[in-house]
Antibody, heavy 121, light 107 residues
Framework: QDQLLESGGGVVRPGRSLRLSCAAS????????LHWVRQAPGKGLFWVAS????????YYADSVKGRFTISRDNSKNTLSLQMNSLRTEDTALYYC??????????????WGQGTLVSVSS | SYELTQPPSVSVSPGQTASITCSGD??????AGWYQQKPGQSPVLVIY???ERPSGIPERFSGSNSGNTATLTIRGTQAMDEADYYC??????????FGTGTRVTVL
């Protein structure tokens, strides 16, 4: 069945970098737009970034624009998030999410289990 | 930036109807979705495009969206429906927004 598996989380100092990955299986990866969504401990969901099915369009939340870069490798069924200049407020569980196709609107029909990023001095 | 506001909590008795609202400026002009998140689990899409249910989601879940308010309704609420619920929309500035979240307690 459809599966998204995140990795790459960890503990990092403020100002440093981290790269998250999301390995997909069970569906035609190159047909889907993908997103990163995060959830700070005990808080709500926050959309971080998205990338179109072919990688040609990328969008970011204002708070991460210029610091984070979303990318994908359709030959390896992998989504990535390069996070630079990390801040304590970036501490969260980061989910990889698949966009529902043909829904007239953007919705997420499959989610990974998340990878935890902790930014602390 | 665009904001979606939900009540922090809703309580419902088993078998009764729970209604969760999501308020945002001209929300009815966008498509809204709803996610269920149980403790320690990833979110699950329960309603998309205002009223549509993904396969596998029980018929007791329904949605509506008009004016400035989207509503998720759970009819015949069961203990398994106890969870956090988030609304979501995509605004015109190519940005996704989630609501503040509502904890549904089945008493």
């Amino acid at each position: 069945q459809d599966q998204l598996l995140e990795s790459g989380g960890g503990v990092v100092r403020p100002g440093r970098s981290l790269r998250l990955s999301c390995a997909a299986s069970g569906f035609s990866f190159s047909n889907y737009a993908l997103h990163w969504v995060r959830q700070a401990p005990g808080k709500g969901l926050f959309w971080v970034a998205s990338i179109s099915y072919d990688g040609s369009k990328r969008y970011y939340a204002d708070s991460v624009k210029g610091r984070f870069t979303i990318s994908r490798d359709n030959s390896k069924n992998t989504l990535s998030l390069q996070m630079n200049s990390l801040r304590t407020e970036d501490t969260a569980l980061y989910y990889c999410a698949r966009e529902l196709i043909g829904a007239q609107g953007t919705f997420f029909d499959s989610w990974g289990q998340g990878t935890l990023v902790s930014v602390s001095s | 930036s665009y904001e979606l506001t939900q009540p922090p909590s809703v309580s419902v008795s088993p078998g009764q109807t729970a209604s969760i609202t999501c308020s945002g400026d001209k929300l009815g002009e966008m498509y809204a979705g709803w996610y269920q998140q149980k403790p320690g689990q990833s979110p699950v899409l329960v309603i998309y495009r205002d009223t549509e249910r993904p396969s596998g989601i029980p018929e007791r879940f329904s949605g509506s969206n008009s004016g400035n308010t989207a509503t998720l309704t759970i009819r015949g609420t069961q203990a398994m429906d106890e969870a956090d619920y988030y609304c979501q929309a995509w605004d015109t500035s190519t940005s996704c927004v989630f609501g503040t979240g509502t904890r549904v307690t089945v008493l």
